[in-house]
């Protein structure tokens, strides 16, 4: 754990040095939350959740009658520990009455989805369950592979097909994952561009069809994002969300990003819809280990270390 821990803060240095050296001066005054709004802008926490992160960092430095910056330092940490914790929820897999548990998976192409279901599964078969991976992705010859890599590589079954219909490779998948057992089904899905409509449709209708497999599948909808793509991410957030209605993200690339702050511009428009969008993992690296479930108070620390 503190290998990771050590990853997350080297990580996040981009995003948090500049965040630190605000605190390196000896005065708490208008310049020093100026430059803490700056640094948060940079970080890409967008304006509105800087404004209000801000506004609680003020209140709290009153509260507390602080009178040194790296006080200060430590109640930023408090506040974002505090914005991010809604985000903070362990991805359960339910005892289903019949049939498997359903992960829907979906990201723009990069976004590091193909090697997030890898990392998924082998966290999966590590506790002792049983994965089928659905291979929903049929017309890129190279998704399909790289998925039956991550398949071969954990020792798990992969239903997929050359061309035809990604509705009907997850449709299979779930029967197949009722009739041998599995305990859970994770559907990859072809990236795409929130632009690309059409796809977005092809999307929904994957996730019909997997409720006519399974009465109360899916069970999980989740969407990839790449941490260093700031305030994109929140966009496609957004987007996807229109579309299918996420139940959970996965942030990915979070070991070398300059845009950490986009957690709590995501935490902000959670809140703002009365939604529970939990973060449930982070991606810190490329190898099977380096998925790990969110922790907001550590996502603080690593970010302000
Ligand atoms: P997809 O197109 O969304 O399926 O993306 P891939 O799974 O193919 O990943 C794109 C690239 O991002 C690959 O080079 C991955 O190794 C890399 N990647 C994925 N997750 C992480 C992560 O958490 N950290 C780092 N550093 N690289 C990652």
Redesign the pocket.
Known sequence: RQGWLGRLSAGLRKTGSSLTAVFTGTRIDDALYEELETALLMADTGAQATTLLLDDLRRRVKAERATDPQQVRALLADAITDWLRPLQKPLAVGAQPDGPTVWMVA??????????IGKLTWHLAHHGATVLLAAADTFRAA?RE?LGVWAQRNGVDIVSQDGGDPAAVAFDAVTAGRARGKDVVIVDTA?RLPTQLHLMEELRKIKRVVQKAEATAPHEVLL?IDGNTGQNALAQVKAFDAALQLTGLIV?????TAKGGVLAAIAMWAREQGRELPVYFI????KLE?LQPFDAREFATALLS
Do not use: P
């Not at 990915?252 to 070398?256: E, I, R, S």
């Open positions: 990201g723009v192409n990069g976004a590091g989805k193909t090697t997030t998704a790289q990236g990839v990915t690339k979070l070991d070398g991606g810190i690296g490329e380096d």
